[in-house]
């Protein structure tokens, strides 16, 4: 069986292709759940994405288990200690991705809860950084540990 890999989604991430086109992009997250899976297939494994609205949802999928999780928090990045404490305690590898680069936008984006207990953070890569976060979740989860 394949180990699988949580990713997940946070606020207003369902508006993408959408919502301000000029700062995130024109793909849509539908597009992103496609090139996730195929990198993770590329790698063998499995994917579970989802997005939600609603920070309890996002806490109650953490605490399902996964063999490691790819998160944007998206706002709940700033905001969310609930978040952050159930990511603290998932036990498995994380990488936070943004399409943004949170350090060129507005100075309450600059600080991110989770991503001080996340293994690697990709911000301002748009959507290919969810696919640079899956590979290097994989390498993570294979043992290979960034110098």
């Known amino acids: ?8 989604n946070g606020p207003n ?18 597009e992103i759940e496609a090139r996730c899976r195929t990198v993770a297939a590329g790698h063998g494994l499995g994917v579970d994405f989802r997005q939600s609205n609603h920070e309890g949802a996002l806490v109650d999928a953490v605490q399902e288990g996964a063999a490691g999780i790819v998160i944007n928090p998206a706002a709940y990045a700033h905001t969310s200690i609930a978040l952050r404490d159930a990511l603290a305690t998932a036990g498995v590898p994380i990488v936070e991705v943004h399409l943004t ?13 989770t991503a001080a207990i996340s293994d690697a953070v990709i911000c301002g890569a748009g959507a290919h950084g969810y696919e640079l976060a899956l590979l290097h979740l994989a390498a993570l989860l294979d043992g290979e540990r960034p110098a």
């Open 13 to 30: 991430l369902n508006l993408l292709g959408q919502r301000e086109p000029e700062l995130y992009g024109t793909v849509t997250l539908a």
């Open 101 to 113: 680069n949170l350090h060129r936008r507005e100075a309450f984006r600059h600080t991110s809860h």
């Open 1 to 8: 069986m394949q180990p699988t890999v949580l990713v997940l």
